[in-house]
């Protein structure tokens, strides 16, 4: 499955009150081409922080469903905050893993994510939950449900590597993306 198949179907599962953060590089390209809203968050470098910056949101408004949409190269950046995660154990809290066994944003190096599965990873943090999908139907079926459960939950896309072509970067100014998330999250003007 692509990539951008992948963030596609998330997105189509994302309520209209849920807020999304998704790591830096080209996942960050397609979720703004499939599904631009004001309550995605796009992390414009830093990379590895997608998860930190979804798990600050989640405790901060427990009411909303957060969604981290982070690939593997980036969660092995930062893998440190599985255990945060884990430890506050936010009902809220949804990891999106984009795996595709190689740091796709600058040229195709590998990552370990291959030999170390980093579902099982989370799991052992204390994830409440944790699942690895390798097609675009099994992924179909573990979208009906699991942004219904409580999380922390983490949910492993096996995707292949490369993604759209030619895909231009986003079109709105960084201090505007952010602006208007702010005000999402805050829920004012």
């Known amino acids: 499955m692509k990539r ?7 997105a189509e599962h994302l309520g209209p009150d849920s807020l999304a953060v998704s790591c830096n590089g080209m996942i960050t ?17 830093s990379m590895g922080l997608a998860s930190s910056i979804g798990l600050g949101l989640a405790l901060r408004r427990p009411e909303r469903k957060v969604v981290v949409l982070d690939g593997d190269g980036n969660l092995l950046m930062n893998l440190g905050t599985l255990a945060d995660v884990a430890a506050l154990a936010s009902k809220n809290f949804y990891h999106v893993v984009l795996d595709n066994g190689v740091h796709d944003s600058t040229g195709g190096q590998r990552t370990v994510s291959r030999a170390v599965p980093l579902e ?7 994830y409440a939950r944790c699942l690895r999908v390798a097609s675009a139907a099994a992924l179909a079926e573990a979208l009906a449900t699991f942004l219904s459960r409580p999380g ?8 292949e590597p490369g993604g759209v072509r030619g895909i231009g970067r986003m079109e709105i100014p ?16």
């Not at 951008?4 to 998330?10: L, Q």
């Not at 099982?120 to 204390?126: D, M, N, R, T």
């Open 4 to 10: 951008s198949e992948a963030i596609r179907a998330v």
């Open 29 to 45: 390209r397609e979720l703004y081409s499939a599904c631009d809203r004001p309550e995605n968050f796009y992390m414009i470098g």
């Open 120 to 126: 099982k990873v989370a799991a052992a943090a204390g």
């Open 152 to 159: 922390p939950a983490m949910l492993l896309v096996e995707v």
């Open 174 to 189: 960084p201090p505007e993306l952010a602006r208007r998330f702010r005000n999402r999250v805050t829920g004012t003007a």
